[in-house]
């Protein structure tokens, strides 16, 4: 017996369920608001560890990936309370003290973002504790960069069973560090390192996404020394102290570019508060190319189809490029454009594992496990890369699937949307992960489905 959805979302809260049984084929209509964007609000909150005084984040979303965060700080003695509005959190750090590994790794769910406390706990306590990671299963997800850098860095690296201990007995010291990738990552964790770090680092080939520049005005509030040149290269200036910050984040443009993709989809028209142009460029034009059309308004952007859904050749690729984020809503509307679609993933290795369930709801996607040869790259070439050849229009049906991952589960729903026919889709607890209300939303937008659990 399904709980009818209209009771369980009613509360407006972050519903937490694992199945729900959608009805497809009708255009989502309507809107929802962005909140910040959960790649950046994660990592500001671990820098409110390098400040000696409060902090305060605005536009914070409500998802458990930032429940993680906020649970790792307190374990190790930040106070974070509700702030001034709603959204917002304080921090004050003043109480940081060492915890337990047992209580940091019982705290560290299903998140990366524990690797980004290295730098910060090393300056404040001379040491860390970081339990293995979880995160999305999109790739074997190492983190050699990051320990090589903390290395450079002055730290003492002690891999463990359960997880790696650092220590920096001589305190960190600026480095000279060239990532082999523009890894966002790591790149957040030279930053979160070096702006305390005695003299100066240089970081080559660093990442440049819009969340990275917003935790760069973070650190800058808060006193860092940090000037972003041309070619990727950041120089960082290590300073004594740094103080609080009262920051308001970046809207989410996954979840911005999530809700457009739905919309082109189910042949909808969707309003996003929050989303901004200048961070969606190269998404915008992607859209366009497919069939879509926007308009740019003062508090959103306004998405929907604008006639037939038409093919593309999509590649993924670091800043400026189109977000490996992004691909996988896309997928689901060209299932449905009349012609030959690529998408070529150049990031991850294995995140084309979501189509499978689209191949059973009817579509005709055929994943090519090494990419495709093409000539000189701007960013090395990764040895494993997937292509994604999509034939269409092909009607999908409803079926029963299982969500692998975040983005890949976003896409199933809207898949099931998209189809005709009812699907049961299961495990989109996940979906928690980085969709704030996402049943409120679907709601707001039309969608028909029952809480199955
Ligand atoms: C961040 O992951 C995001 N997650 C990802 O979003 C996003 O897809 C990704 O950046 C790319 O934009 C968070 O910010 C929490 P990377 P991150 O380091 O930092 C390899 C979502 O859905 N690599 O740029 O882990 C890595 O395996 C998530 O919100 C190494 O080889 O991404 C990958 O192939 C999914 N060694 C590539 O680099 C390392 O030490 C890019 O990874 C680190 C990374």
Known sequence: MSTPVRAAVGEGTNVTVSELAIRGGRPLRGR??????????????VATLLGETPSTLRDVPDLSDVAVVRSLLEVHGVQVAEGDEPGSLTFDPSGVESAHMEEIDAHAGASRIPILFCGPLLHRLGQAFIPDLGGCRIGDRPIDFHLD?????????????????????????????????PSVGATEQVLLTAVRAKGTTELRNAAIEPEIMDLIAVLQKMGAIISYEPNRVIFIEGVESLRGYDHRSIFDRNEA????????????????????????????????????????????????????????????????????????????????????????????????????????????????????QDGPRRVARRELEQAAVITGPTPLHGADIVVPDLRGGYSHVIAALTAQGESRVSGVDILSRGYEKFLDKLTALGADFDVIR
């Not at 290395?151 to 690296?157: L, M």
């Not at 028209?269 to 069939?291: C, P, S, Y």
């Open 149 to 181: 850098a903390l290395r450079k860095f002055g730290a003492v690296v002690e891999k463990l069973p359960s997880g790696i201990r650092l220590s920096a007995p001589d305190g960190l010291r600026g480095a000279s560090i060239h990532l082999p990738y």
């Open 32 to 45: 929802v608001d962005v909140k910040g964007a959960k790649n950046l609000a994660t990592k500001a909150m």
């Open 257 to 372: 570019a999530s809700w457009a993709s739905a919309a082109l989809a189910t042949d909808g028209e969707i309003f996003v508060g929050g989303a901004r142009q200048q961070e969606m460029l190269t998404f915008l034009n992607v859209f366009r190319k497919a069939g879509g059309w926007f308009d740019i308004q003062e508090d959103g952007i306004l998405f929907r189809r604008d006639g037939e859904l038409k093919p593309v050749v999509v590649e993924t690729d670091v800043h400026p490029g189109f977000m490996t984020d992004w691909q996988q809503p896309l997928v689901v509307a060209l299932t449905q454009a009349t012609g030959r679609s690529i998408v070529h993933e150049t990031v991850y290795e294995n995140r084309m594992g979501f189509t499978d369930a689209l191949v059973k709801m009817g579509a005709d996607i055929v994943v090519h496990p090494h990419g495709l």
